[in-house]
């Protein structure tokens, strides 16, 4: 009902710099309010992880390792949430997935709340 389309990952070299952004959209008949978004990344081989989360009220936390480099975001108006990431290293690494704390309300009445996925984004770290 609720789709998260990532995009902005790349192959960069160690302190570059990448901008993911995360839109949410609905199908016909849905709207959504947003609670909260997040990014989270998956390195091969090892658990995904929290990288940073923002509520709707732009309230945030970060994972230590990011939270002198990376800064999220979120447009609102725009159902986007955006993640700068600079100062990039080898250990960035990861596949990086885009969540979201939504509540829907159909248009046939009634609402619920929704935790949403995307598909990931690759992001690579490497000189």
């Known amino acids: 009902q609720v789709q998260l389309v990532e995009s902005g990952g790349n192959l960069v070299h160690p302190g570059e710099s990448l901008r993911l952004s995360c839109t949410a959209s609905a199908d016909s008949g849905i709207t959504f309010s947003i609670n909260g978004m997040g990014w989270y990344r998956q390195a091969p081989g090892k658990q995904r992880d929290m990288v940073a989360t923002i509520t709707s009220r732009g309230g945030t936390n970060y994972e230590g390792s990011v939270k002198d480099r990376f800064t999220i975001s979120i447009d609102n108006a725009k159902s986007t949430v955006y993640l700068q990431m600079n100062s990039l290293q080898p250990g960035d690494t990861a596949v990086y997935y885009c969540?979201?704390?939504?509540?829907?309300?159909?248009?046939?009445?009634?609402?619920?709340?929704?935790?949403?996925w995307g598909q990931g984004t690759q992001v690579t770290v490497s000189s």
């Open positions: 969540n979201a704390d939504l509540r829907t309300y159909s248009s046939r009445g009634g609402h619920k709340r929704v935790n949403s």
